[in-house]
């Protein structure tokens, strides 16, 4: 598998960010259709709390990483490369 360096364009933190809500967003709408509309018991219909719940941990790292990429960002905007690049490489596991 091959993983390309996140960019340190600036905007794209921010671009991540609405993605990651108009995914929540459509899945939220997603998960109530299907409730609606195609579960005929109780049993079948999904819980969207409990997935929520679940992804509390991802949630928490998603988070830091965006933390980081923003300071990332902010420090390759002022001439700071090094330190850019190892905030990003923190996140890589290089």
């Known amino acids: 598998m091959h993983f390309s360096r996140p960019s340190l364009q600036s905007g ?9 809500t108009d995914l ?7 998960i109530k ?5 195609v579960a005929e018991e109780p049993k079948d ?3 969207v709390e409990a997935l ?7 949630t928490a790292e998603r988070v830091s990483y965006l933390v980081d990429m923003a300071k990332a960002e902010a420090l390759d905007a002022m001439g700071e490369h090094q330190a850019a690049i190892e905030l990003v ?3 890589l596991g290089v």
Do not use: A, I, P, W
């Open 45 to 47: 219909k999904m819980n």
């Open 24 to 30: 929540t967003k459509y899945t939220e709408d997603l």
């Open 12 to 20: 794209s933190v921010t671009s991540t960010v609405k993605s990651l």
């Open 89 to 91: 490489e923190k996140h």
């Open 33 to 37: 259709e299907f409730n609606d509309q």
């Open 52 to 58: 929520r719940q679940g992804t509390g941990k991802v």
